[in-house]
C-alpha cells in the first residue's frame, strides 16, 4: 500500500478528506473535475512538477510529483477530495474554487 495511503480507513481512524472535488459542466453538457492547481503544501504548481490523481473509495487523491519524490517524502503531499458525483471523464487544474479550504488549511 502507497504511504501516502495507509491508515486512512483504520478502524478509529479519525482521518477526513480535504473537502469536496468540486466539478463544473462545459458548454456541452459533460462534467468536468476542477483539481487545485498547487499542492497541498502551497509550494509547487502541479501543472509544473506533475501530479499523479486517482480514486479510491469515494475519494480522489491528487499527489504532488515533487512532494512525494523528496526524501522522506513530504507530510501532506497530496489532496484527498471527496467525490460527490462518479469521476468525472476530464478535469482541469484550478487554485480559485479551492481558495477558502486552502485558508481553512493554513490556519489548522
Do not use: F
Request: net charge neutral; with cysteine; aromatic share 8%.
Amino acid at each position: 500500500m502507497p504511504a501516502y495511503a495507509a491508515g486512512m480507513d483504520a478502524p478509529g481512524s479519525t482521518w477526513k478528506p480535504d473537502g469536496d472535488l468540486i466539478y463544473r459542466t462545459d458548454r456541452y453538457g459533460g462534467r468536468v473535475g476542477i483539481l487545485p492547481a498547487t499542492c497541498r503544501n502551497g509550494e509547487h504548481s502541479l501543472h509544473t512538477v506533475g501530479y499523479r490523481a486517482h480514486d479510491s473509495e469515494g475519494c480522489l487523491r491528487i499527489v504532488c510529483q515533487a512532494c512525494i519524490s523528496h526524501v522522506p517524502p513530504r507530510l501532506n503531499n497530496y489532496w484527498a477530495l471527496r467525490l460527490t458525483e462518479p469521476t468525472p471523464p476530464r478535469a482541469e487544474l484550478d487554485d480559485s474554487p479551492y481558495e477558502e479550504l486552502r485558508r481553512t488549511l493554513r490556519s489548522k
